[in-house]
């Protein structure tokens, strides 16, 4: 059912974003993020934190889910939201991605031998260890005070998991968990009347379905479980698949940006590479725009001109 989010002159949210505004605006130069609409947290930011604050607390943390497209500005929405708990409310939050849960590149590897060579690119259903997440996820529900929860991080540049001495150590049980993945909260299609190759990709290297069937089916079981596990599922909802590869390639950009380390510098992808790459994920994208807005728990749109809106 859909959640009403407070309106944004409601006395708490007015209060609220002059408590945390100086933070807010901090945290998006850190970030690369200039001159960023003040309507943006306003509007969107505070009211989610306002709604979430005033959940009933429970025994277990509860696990917010973001989904929608690529580059659409789910991390980046979490960690503002995730700012304005922790600043506004003294809640415990912490969050990671699907994209820090992938299989090793030799076992995607042996997919590409045993399945398909398209099981080899990371992104699609099959390429995550969903049980590395759900431990992470399980752990952080039952942690003690002083337990420590290793959170996994992944590069996407060097395509691996960084060492473990380098993931996120949490401690104690947070208020919190936020998981944002771009098709979060999707479920397996049926594969009756299946779609022809959707793109270039598709007809050169997939012309018959074996990956793009693969991946569907494997997108039962665990990823269901997971995604069942959401109290919230928000979603930002982009205008179309074109939005989709321009905020891939901004994302790109501005990742580039932050980067000091110039052979980390060269890995960076070139417009037509991103465009390459995200035609992998264009079939599940469109399910994702189509299909989840019915059901997600909050929806927002962004429209070309990357401002957000309530539904």
């Known amino acids: 059912m859909a959640v009403k989010l407070p309106d944004s002159n409601d006395e708490n949210c007015l209060i609220l974003f002059e408590k ?7 945290y998006s130069d850190s970030i690369k993020i200039k001159n960023i609409d003040q309507k943006f947290f306003k509007e969107i930011v505070i009211p ?4 979430l604050n005033s959940l009933e607390k429970t025994a277990k943390p509860f696990l917010i889910g973001l989904t929608g497209g690529q580059g659409s500005g789910k991390t980046t929405l979490s960690d503002f939201v ?18 820090d849960i992938y299989k090793s590149q030799d076992d ?11 099981c080899k690119v990371r992104g699609v259903p099959g390429t995550h260890d969903v049980d590395l ?32 001495s ?8 947070p208020d919190f968990i936020f998981f944002d993945g771009w ?21 050169k290297q997939d012309p018959d379905g074996v990956w793009s069937k693969w991946y569907n089916r494997e997108l039962s079981g665990d990823y269901q479980e997971l995604f069942n596990s ?27 940006k932050n980067l000091t380390d110039p052979e980390m510098k060269k890995k960076i992808m070139t417009k037509e590479e991103v465009i390459h790459f995200v035609m992998h994920y264009e079939r599940l994208t469109r399910y994702v725009l189509e299909e989840i807005p019915k059901f997600a728990d909050i929806v927002l749109h962004r429209d070309n001109e990357f401002n957000f809106k309530r539904m």
């Open 108 to 118: 995607r590897e042996l997919l590409g031998k045993k399945i398909h060579s398209m």
């Open 183 to 203: 098709f979060c909260g999707a479920k397996p299609i049926s594969e009756k009347n299946w779609s022809p190759p959707l793109n270039e990709l598709e007809e």
């Open 48 to 51: 989610i934190a306002v709604y």
């Open 230 to 256: 959401f109290d919230i599922l928000l979603m930002i909802k982009v205008p179309s698949m074109e939005h989709i590869f321009e905020s891939r390639w901004i994302q790109e950009k501005t990742l580039e």
């Open 82 to 99: 995730q700012l304005v708990l922790k600043k506004g409310f003294k809640k415990r939050t912490t969050g990671f991605s699907i994209d």
């Open 166 to 173: 380098e993931w996120v150590q949490y401690k104690g049980k």
């Open 133 to 164: 997440g759900l431990k992470t996820i399980d752990s952080l529900n039952f942690a003690t005070n002083e337990m420590i929860t290793s959170i996994p991080v992944f590069s996407k540049l060097l395509d691996k998991h960084l060492p473990e």
């Open 20 to 26: 945390v505004e100086k933070d807010l605006f901090s």
